[in-house]
């Protein structure tokens, strides 16, 4: 059977695990590898950006990870329940909602680039071929808005691929002629929200910042109306003076909630790929937080990576199950399946009293981490599909000729294969890839759920 009240569960018992992909990241290849890598991988939540096309992407990798889920039979899979997905919205500037762009026309001749090198998504593109600023041959590669950021000179596309972008800013110090600037949007909420709840969104974060209460307030009454068909609330705030008082403030004008709330502490935003240090900040948050015993649970994110788990366990922060030195996690699925048969309905779709504190992290999110960490995958896709360009592509598509990969992969999966499908290719198509990426992910899920990893659920997704 399905179990329903899994992502609730985790965060009770502090192994939640969210996936960021981004709140402006909107590469929709890029997306539907990562939905399908880390569901496979047994994550709890997925949130990306509330764009009616990165909405349908997910839903549409989800559906194709639950279904090779349930083929794989849990050997190689660890997908105990379809992770909630998870859409961001913004109460003002917020870095998390910009994109960069600037005019490759006026770079100077003799620059080295530099931009091109420091960009983790990279977005920054010179003289790339015509298909990718056409948006032809990849399809989905790129949609129309990511080309007005881009100089075409003889047909090569010069800029930045805003689809990619995701705002981290680091290009922007670097350019020895400061001309990368940035541009801020705001979601309007009265048309976004009724939006995101029909295509079947399980959980909006609200990014704010401290002395927004207003700007906040106002985006709530749009949230309000739709709370009883929503699983979780999240509030992501980075650090700053004032910061435990906002919080409450927040909290006073959001209760009594009917879902779950959870206070994403967001460290240092959009780091956690440039080193060890970075989770330092989203660690001292969440003690920080904690320690003031706000009602709610505590999620870190902002320079996560794969040392916070530890730092964590070091820190006595984790839930005490996952303090024990010989595991991250509780010792095997079986108990826990017991232990859940026993949990009130009401309860678990509650979110477990969150008007109580809770004395530890009760999960993680990663986000520049996780992409980094698929990135040799996402760029071996990347490459078959460019040399799948049209109308190679379209050939392949139509079943009129071999896939190249099936040419350099006997295993080509004939269950799930681009003959029977007008898409590019997917993960789905290269099972050496789709594995390798499972694998990539999980080693990262598993520090905080390392019980599953001997133990495999095998539900009925
Ligand atoms: S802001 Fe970050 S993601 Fe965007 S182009 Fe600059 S370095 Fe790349
Ligand atoms: S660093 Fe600045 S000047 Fe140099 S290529 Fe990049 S955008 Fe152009």
Not at 265 to 278: A, E, H
Not at 417 to 430: H, Y
């Given at each position: 059977m399905t179990d329903l009240y899994y992502p609730l569960r985790s965060l009770r018992e502090g192994h939640w695990f969210k996936l960021i992909c981004?709140?402006?990241?909107?590469h929709l290849p890029a997306i539907r590898t990562l939905v399908m890598a880390y569901t496979l991988a047994g994550v709890d939540c997925i949130d990306i950006a509330a764009d009616p096309a990165v909405i349908s992407t997910a839903k549409i990798a989800l559906d194709l990870a639950t279904s090779l889920a349930k083929a794989d039979g849990g050997k190689r899979s660890y997908t105990h329940a379809v992770p909630w997905l998870m859409v961001s919205l913004n109460d003002g500037e917020d870095p998390h909602f910009r994109k960069a762009e600037f005019?490759?026309?006026?770079?100077?001749?003799?620059?080295?680039?530099?931009c091109e090198q420091i960009c983790p998504a990279q977005a920054i593109v010179f003289e790339a071929p015509a298909e990718v600023a056409r948006g032809?041959?990849?399809?989905?590669?790129?949609?129309?808005?990511?080309?007005?950021?881009l100089a075409v000179i003889d047909d090569r596309a010069s800029g930045v691929l805003s689809d990619r972008c995701?705002?981290?800013?680091?290009?922007l110090p670097i350019c020895p002629v400061q001309q990368i600037v940035t541009h801020s949007y705001q979601s309007t909420p009265a048309a976004m929200v009724p939006f995101i709840m029909q295509a079947g969104i399980d959980a909006i974060e609200i990014h704010t910042q401290i002395g927004h209460i207003d700007e906040f307030c106002r985006l709530w009454a749009a949230i309000e109306p739709w709370l009883d068909k929503l699983k979780l609330i999240a509030i992501s705030c980075p650090d700053g003076d004032g910061l435990l008082d906002y919080l409450r403030a927040l909290y006073e004008s959001i209760s009594p909630l009917p879902c779950a709330l959870m206070w994403q502490?967001?460290?240092?935003?959009?780091?956690?790929?440039?080193?060890?240090?970075?989770t330092r900040a989203a660690v001292k948050l969440g003690q920080k937080v904690l320690t003031s015993g706000l009602p709610g649970y505590i999620q870190l994110a902002g320079g996560?990576?794969?040392h916070t788990v530890p730092k964590l366990k070091a820190l006595n922060l984790l839930h005490p199950r996952l303090q024990n030195a010989a595991t991250?996690?509780?010792?095997?699925?079986e108990p826990l399946l017991k232990s859940d048969q026993a949990l009130d309905a009401s309860q678990a779709v509650q979110g477990y009293a969150h008007d109580q504190a809770t004395a530890y992290v009760a999960g993680v999110a990663y986000g520049s981490y996780a992409r980094t960490l698929l990135m040799p995958i996402l760029n071996q896709l990347d490459a078959i599909r460019l040399e799948m360009a049209e109308p190679e592509a379209r050939a392949v598509a139509s079943g009129s000729a071999r896939s190249p990969l099936a040419i350099v992969n006997p295993a080509f999966s004939t269950a799930f294969?681009?003959?029977?499908?007008?898409?590019?290719?997917?993960?789905?198509?290269?099972p050496d890839l789709l594995w390798q990426a499972v694998g990539l992910a999980r080693s990262l899920v598993s520090q905080l759920k390392?019980?599953?990893?001997?133990h495999p659920m095998r539900l009925d997704l």
């Open positions: 981004g709140a402006s990241f909107q005019n490759a026309a006026t770079c100077p001749s003799g620059c080295a680039r530099p032809s041959g990849l399809a989905t590669m790129l949609r129309t808005d990511a080309r007005e950021s995701y705002g981290c800013g680091r290009c502490l967001d460290g240092r935003p959009m780091s956690g790929d440039i080193g060890i240090g970075t996560t990576n794969h991250t996690a509780p010792s095997v699925a294969s681009t003959t029977e499908r007008s898409q590019p290719l997917g993960l789905e198509d290269a390392a019980f599953n990893t001997e």
